[in-house]
């Protein structure tokens, strides 16, 4: 069953094998759209666009690193080859790699800028290419994260890289907007997904401590963000972050100001 806002669009997802990406597959692919899902784990690809299928999505998997820019030319070509157009591409797959600063090696720069810049950027050209060739617009969704608003130890390079992406989609505002083609953010805060939980199992309560809200997110809170960007009610909103958070950004560590009168 779908609802059908999608109807007739075609998007590519990255990283959608499991977690935020997944979840944002599967909610369009139920709006009608035909979904190219991309993972890097052909086998988790395949899984993952089997679960759309069984329940009624069209849907097909597309196995590839995203860092590899043979890959991402060849996964805009796929969606065209397999369903005739593109219409929607979420850069949701994205690297963490923790560590100290003193001890961060050229290595483990290059993994993660390979593939939230690099990749990401080159994967963007693509598909805005075959965009701008149909001639009727396009929706472009990049993976943020709070880390690239608010500092967050060990995490340099990746808080660095979601910066960037969002200063990348400010950019293409300029560049994309003659073509009809919105670019925009969603910058997550804590997320429930096996990644975070395989790092921590009690990675839940340990952010909903933290949490304003009392609760970590869902990857389906990222899915409903991202429907609105990729609707067309969205059409004048571009170049544009929405934080998803619980609002965690929205508070920073204060002192203990002893001196305001506090509620007994
Ligand atoms: N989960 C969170 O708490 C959180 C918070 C802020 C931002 N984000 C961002 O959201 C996005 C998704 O996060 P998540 O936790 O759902 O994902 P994740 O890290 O669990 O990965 C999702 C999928 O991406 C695939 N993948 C990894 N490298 C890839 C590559 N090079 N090419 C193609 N696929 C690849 C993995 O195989 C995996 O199945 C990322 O960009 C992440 O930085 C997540």
Redesign the pocket.
């Known amino acids: 069953m779908t609802n059908g806002l999608f109807e007739k669009q075609v998007a590519i997802v990255?990283?959608?094998?499991?977690?935020?990406?997944?979840a944002i597959a599967e909610q369009l692919a139920l709006g009608g759209a035909s979904v190219l899902l991309?993972?890097?784990?052909a086998h988790?690809?395949g899984e993952a666009a089997g679960q759309i299928q069984a329940a009624g999505g069209i849907c097909e998997a597309f196995a590839?690193?995203?860092?590899n820019l043979d890959t991402v030319q060849a996964m805009v070509d796929a969606a065209v080859a397999r369903y005739g157009r593109l219409d929607m591409l979420v850069c949701?797959?994205?690297?963490?790699v923790w560590g100290d600063f003193f001890a961060y090696t050229p290595d483990m720069f290059d993994r993660v800028v390979s593939?939230?810049l690099r990749?990401t950027y080159f994967l963007t050209q693509a598909a805005a290419r075959q965009m701008r060739a149909q001639g009727d617009g396009g929706r472009i969704l990049f993976?943020?994260?709070?880390?690239g608003h608010q500092a967050v130890p060990y995490l340099s390079v990746?808080s660095m890289s979601?910066a960037g992406l969002e200063m990348l989609a400010k950019n293409l505002v300029i560049e994309l907007s003659p073509y009809h083609v919105t670019v925009n953010c969603i910058?997550?805060?804590?997320?429930?997904?096996?990644?975070?939980l395989s790092d921590d199992p009690n990675y839940d309560a340990v952010w909903g401590r933290v949490t304003p809200t009392g609760k970590?997110?869902k990857?389906l809170d990222?899915a409903q963000a991202a429907l609105f960007f990729l609707s067309p009610a969205a059409s004048q909103v571009t170049g544009q972050t929405l934080v998803v958070d619980g609002g965690w950004s929205a508070i920073s560590p204060s002192p203990s100001l002893d001196f305001v009168e506090k509620p007994e």
């Open positions: 990255t990283g959608a094998g499991v977690g935020i990406g997944y991309n993972d890097v784990d988790v690809a590839g690193d995203v860092s949701n797959a994205g690297l963490t593939l939230n990749g993976m943020s994260s709070v880390t990746y979601k910058a997550p805060g804590a997320t429930t997904t096996p990644r975070n970590v997110s990857p990222m």
